[in-house]
């Protein structure tokens, strides 16, 4: 059975995992943008790739609206937290409401690129680091965190997903 990740980045973290991914299993990997031209019917599973947005798995809903009938549909998802925070698993239940039980899901850490981020985007992270400046202080490690770029994301976090790919 074929596998497919279509992958959604604006920095290159989300992009790297599924490339990784694609090293690592042999599974065809290609950008989002491209799936509404492709004929899926090849493969068994499909993986949307994606990151979080002011808490927001970002292009989800148009992953959603594809029609994947009788397909495995996983999500992972990056972001700039570390794994195994309660908030990461409460970010993604808000984004599977409804039809959580459709979706296998598994989160990925990435990190921040301020030089690759959008104009938009480093407004955002400007507002945000002076709301948690204010609210835990220019020590806490959260404000330390999201101060800089840095680069978390690791081949290992993949192996979660690559077992699960391997079970089906
Ligand atoms: C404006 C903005 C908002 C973000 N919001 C979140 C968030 O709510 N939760 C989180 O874990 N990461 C958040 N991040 C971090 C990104 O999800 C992280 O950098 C991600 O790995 C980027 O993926 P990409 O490099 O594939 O574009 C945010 C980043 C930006 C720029």
Same mark, same amino acid.
């Given at each position: 059975?074929?596998?497919?990740?279509?992958?959604? @980045?604006?920095?290159?973290?989300?992009?790297?995992? !599924?490339?990784?991914?694609?090293?690592?299993?042999?599974?065809?990997?290609?950008?989002?943008?491209?799936?509404?031209? &492709?004929?899926?019917?090849?493969?068994?599973?499909? %993986?949307?790739?994606?990151?979080?947005?002011?808490?927001?798995? *970002?292009?989800?809903?148009?992953?959603?609206?594809?029609?994947?009938?009788?397909?495995?549909?996983?999500?992972?998802?990056?972001? $700039?937290?570390?794994?195994?925070? !309660?908030?990461?698993?409460? !970010? %993604? *239940?808000?984004?599977?409401?409804? /039809?959580?039980?459709?979706?296998?899901?598994?989160?990925?850490?990435?990190? +921040?690129?301020?030089?690759?981020?959008?104009?938009? /985007?480093? %407004?955002?992270?400007?507002?945000?680091?002076?709301?948690?400046?204010? !609210?835990?202080?220019? /020590? $806490?490690?959260?404000?330390?965190?999201? $101060?800089? @770029?840095? /680069?978390?994301?690791?081949?290992?976090? &993949? *192996?979660?997903?690559? @077992?699960? +790919?391997? $079970?089906?």
């Amino acid at each position: 059975m074929k596998t497919i990740v279509l992958f959604n @980045s604006k920095t290159g973290f989300t992009k790297r995992y !599924a490339e990784w991914l694609g090293e690592m299993t042999g599974c065809t990997v290609m950008p989002f943008e491209k799936a509404v031209s &492709l004929d899926l019917t090849p493969y068994g599973t499909v %993986i949307f790739a994606s990151w979080f947005h002011a808490g927001m798995i *970002q292009k989800l809903g148009s992953f959603k609206k594809m029609n994947l009938n009788g397909k495995n549909r996983i999500v992972m998802v990056t972001g $700039s937290n570390p794994p195994g925070l !309660a908030e990461t698993d409460t !970010a %993604i *239940q808000n984004n599977f409401k409804n /039809d959580g039980e459709k979706y296998k899901v598994f989160y990925l850490p990435g990190g +921040l690129s301020y030089e690759k981020m959008g104009i938009g /985007d480093k %407004i955002m992270m400007a507002g945000f680091r002076k709301i948690i400046k204010k !609210a835990n202080g220019e /020590d $806490s490690d959260m404000y330390k965190r999201i $101060s800089h @770029s840095y /680069d978390n994301t690791s081949k290992e976090y &993949l *192996q979660p997903l690559v @077992s699960y +790919l391997n $079970s089906l």
